[in-house]
Nanobody, 115 residues
């Protein structure tokens, strides 16, 4: 079993920044691909960013150049640095760990971008 605990959400004005954290209960980054998803009200959950076991990252087009996905192996924690936030980034953000055998989810953290 793996527990994922997210933090760092909140209310920010357009153009502002937030850093989301996702702490895993044990060392998993060598086995699990880490993902950030988000779900806006009335919309389906969408994959926002991927961090592979090898350290490669991928992002959806709408966040490229604004979001950065990184990890700290010593702390078993991944981070999503979000800059130049826009109202359309408003959503609940979920951390996900995915392997060939199983998947784990965090509880979600609310990000609201509004003036």
């Amino acid at each position: 079993q793996v527990q994922l605990v997210e933090s760092g959400g909140g209310l920010v004005q357009p153009g502002g920044s937030l850093r989301l954290s996702c702490a895993a209960s044990r060392s998993i980054f060598g086995i699990y691909t880490m993902n950030w998803y988000r779900q806006a009200p009335g919309k389906q959950r969408e994959l926002v960013a991927v961090l592979t076991t090898g350290g490669s990252t991928n992002y959806i087009d709408s966040v490229k150049g604004r979001f950065t996905f990184a990890r700290d192996n010593a702390k078993n924690t991944v981070y999503l640095q979000m800059n130049n936030l826009k109202p359309e980034d408003t959503a609940v953000y979920y951390c996900n760990a995915q392997s060939l055998r199983d998947t784990y989810w965090g509880q979600g953290t609310q990000v609201t971008v509004s003036s």
